[in-house]
């Protein structure tokens, strides 16, 4: 089974023919399509194709195309979208020097616009870039949330390292076969196996053989067939590993989960199973159950999935922000939600490590002022060097100093702040009182789970 994570259904090529179009792509193996909005417009058909065909899902959002054609308004319709059944990502955006539709300025602004929203809905993003790499990337570089794919890449191979290096999965379609794509062919032969998703594009750039034609799904074989050739792998082998990337990328059909757990008083939401940390007395790698429940996320879920898993849960006064993983590298998706539930009147608490302002490159407690009621930051010691060995924080010695500044920054903008210290031999909890009350917190001593 092969998913086509780029094409466009609702492009009025396919007006006559859309069903046979699909079915086709059915009958060659082609299980799972997402079509990519680019304006309001085609957004809302996508959305609308995905209620409709099994096996279709959506992205919306406003390309460098769309900006020029935009409205006033626009973008909070594509952000209200974005919250519907069936949709999976933002895109396809970005910026398109090639085609200069409209200013560098004015796309560049569009990009951003769409990139938070990505991020305060928890969505992986379909990129667009043409002739623009450097300035695209730089703008992808400062937003760590960001998860995603450059479709039909074009850029070098220093821009696929940076890339990589964002943790951004690759696309290609028909360019792949063409003979003047040598060096992406090359440069695809090397890359990792797990970040490469295939893609037609449809209705555009048909793959080898059908230059010319209207490009459809049902091509998408081709695609792979040559990406085979390059990885020097069965056909079949090639379908299964870009599957299963595209699933675990879009989360296809696959629920992601426990997302909210309950225990007395509380709700629990489980936004990530990664961590900047590698406390040694954690059990996140090997065992992430907490009270009984598996932890273990599959992916991680998206605005519209935490709410979903909230929803059975209305009576519990507090939610808290606290899975097997850091919460606050969610932080877009932690602001959106605690937005959604402060307005709703319930108290919120972030269980965190301290870190994330490392990870952003920003201050981060302002922007939770007036959303979190009270957060809880594990301190663990009073001494930088315990500290390192203690939590393993991937920053190394840079980790300690800015767990200490985020303590001063939430005693300025949480009303409840707590650090905490673990029981757990070595750890003096005694100093790590000391340096809670100097910080400005309340100190608490946490029992280890299980
Ligand atoms: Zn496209």
């Given at each position: 089974m092969l998913v086509d994570t780029h094409c466009h259904l609702d492009d009025k090529s396919f007006d006559a023919d859309r069903v046979e179009v699909i079915e086709r792509a059915r009958a060659a193996g082609v299980g799972l399509m997402i079509n990519i909005g680019g304006t309001l417009a085609g957004s809302r058909r996508g959305v609308e194709l995905a209620a409709a065909e099994q096996g279709i899902y959506a992205t919306v959002g406003i390309d460098p195309f769309g900006a020029r054609e935009r409205q006033t308004g626009d973008i909070e319709a594509v952000g209200a979208l974005a919250?519907?059944?069936g949709v999976v990502g933002i895109g396809e955006i970005g910026l398109d020097y090639h085609h200069r539709h409209t200013s560098a300025e004015d796309q560049a602004e569009v990009l951003m616009e769409m990139l938070e929203l990505a991020v305060a809905q928890g969505l992986p993003v379909s990129l667009h870039c043409r002739e623009a790499h450097s300035e695209m990337l730089s703008i992808l570089e400062g937003a760590r949330e960001l998860s995603g794919v450059m479709h039909c890449f074009s850029g070098d191979e220093a821009d696929l390292a940076r890339v990589l290096g964002m943790g951004l999965y690759i696309s290609a379609g028909g360019?792949?076969?063409?003979?003047?794509?040598r060096s992406l062919r090359s440069m695809v032969k090397e890359m990792?196996?797990?970040?490469f998703l295939l893609e037609t594009d449809s209705p555009y750039l048909p793959p080898q053989g059908h230059r010319g034609e209207r490009n459809?799904?049902?091509?998408l074989p081709l695609v792979s067939e040559t990406l085979a050739g390059e990885w020097d792998i069965s056909r079949q082998e090639a379908d299964e590993l870009t599957t299963r990337n595209a699933r675990r990328l879009?989360?296809?059909?696959?629920a992601p989960g426990t997302v909210a757990y309950r225990t007395k008083e509380s709700v629990y939401v489980n936004?990530?199973?990664?961590?900047?940390s590698r406390c040694v007395?954690?059990?996140?790698?090997?065992a992430p159950v907490i009270n009984g429940q598996d932890?273990?996320?599959r992916r991680e879920p998206c605005a519209r999935e935490v709410r979903e898993a909230l929803?059975?849960?209305?009576?519990?006064?507090e939610v808290v922000f606290c899975g097997?993983?850091?919460?606050?590298?969610r932080l877009g998706l932690v602001k959106t939600i605690a937005g959604e539930l402060k307005q709703a009147g319930r108290r919120i608490r972030v269980n965190t490590n301290g870190l994330a302002e490392l990870y952003h490159g920003r201050a981060v407690t302002p922007e939770l002022k007036g959303l979190v009621d009270e957060i809880s930051i594990?301190?663990?010691?009073?001494d930088a060097g315990q500290y390192s060995k203690l939590?393993?924080?991937?920053?190394g010695e840079r980790a300690f100093p800015a767990l200490v500044d985020f303590i001063k920054g939430a005693a300025k903008n949480i009303p409840v702040v707590t650090a905490t210290a673990v029981?757990?031999?070595?750890?003096d909890t005694e100093a790590c009182a000391r340096l809670a009350k100097e910080l400005g917190a309340e100190f608490r001593v946490r029992k280890l789970v299980e």
């Open positions: 919250e519907k059944e360019p792949l076969s063409y003979s003047r794509s990792p196996r797990d970040k459809e799904p049902a091509y879009f989360g296809l059909g696959e936004l990530t199973n990664r961590c900047t007395f954690c059990h996140r790698e090997e932890l273990r996320l929803r059975e849960d209305r009576e519990s006064e097997y993983g850091e919460p606050l590298l594990s301190l663990n010691s009073a939590c393993r924080p991937q920053e029981e757990y031999p070595g750890v």
